[in-house]
């Protein structure tokens, strides 16, 4: 697994996401796992369906106590679509939907594994583009940053910290809330050597502390530090 994943992050850096997109999809074929290339939103809705059976009656807060995953290809099958994620989320496609949702449906089925805090953080966003469903949106946000939060997730949670932060939190609170946050991603990032998703933090905190009205004579100190 990690031969593909160093070559679909190398395939980013130089911003071929398509090539980098098919070598995930050969990735999950070998897995098991069939997506469309074109995904539709009822392939996406068909998805969600199975997600809102799985959840039930139990509330979304209760997953923070499930399992951790055990089993080696759902495992993969989970390392493979967090690397793919973001791949398909900048090249516009609507796969990224299907990934995210496919990781939180795994995710509820055969319990929690090093990335489900950044697929659930991912599908709050989903649910708030897609289907409007404002309830559900905080509480899984607040899922993906808790399991995030936890000492063994440091090196998810940059990635999970620029959701939160920078695509969901706002919703529901002050956007001066999502500055902790995105100061902590950057922090786990730049401790991890995950430089990507510092990066991005890096540049959101930027971005929402000067909305927030944060003085450019203060802000630009920070920036440069």
Known sequence: MQVYQVRIQALVARN???????IGQSVFRMLGVNLPNEPTLENIRQVKQEIDALIGDRSIESFIHLPPMTDPQQLAI????ARLTPVCYMSGTKLYF?????????????GNSPVSAYCYAGYAFQLRILW??????PQFGRLGYQL???PDAKNIRAATALL??????HWTTH???SLPILLDGYQAGWETGNLEFMGYDAQLYCLNAYWCGQPLSELEPQIHA
Do not use: C, D, H, P
């Not at 989970?78 to 679509?81: G, I, K, T, Y």
């Not at 409007?132 to 949106?137: F, I, R, Y």
């Not at 939160?164 to 939190?169: A, K, N, Q």
């Open 175 to 177: 956007l001066q809330e």
């Open 148 to 150: 995030a939060s936890e």
């Open 164 to 169: 939160m932060g920078g695509y969901v939190g």
């Open 78 to 81: 989970l390392q493979n679509a």
């Open 98 to 110: 299907l990934v995210v949702a496919l990781q939180v449906k795994l995710s509820i089925q055969f």
């Open 132 to 137: 409007g469903e404002m309830t559900k949106v």
């Open 16 to 22: 071929e996401f398509l090539e980098a997109i098919a």
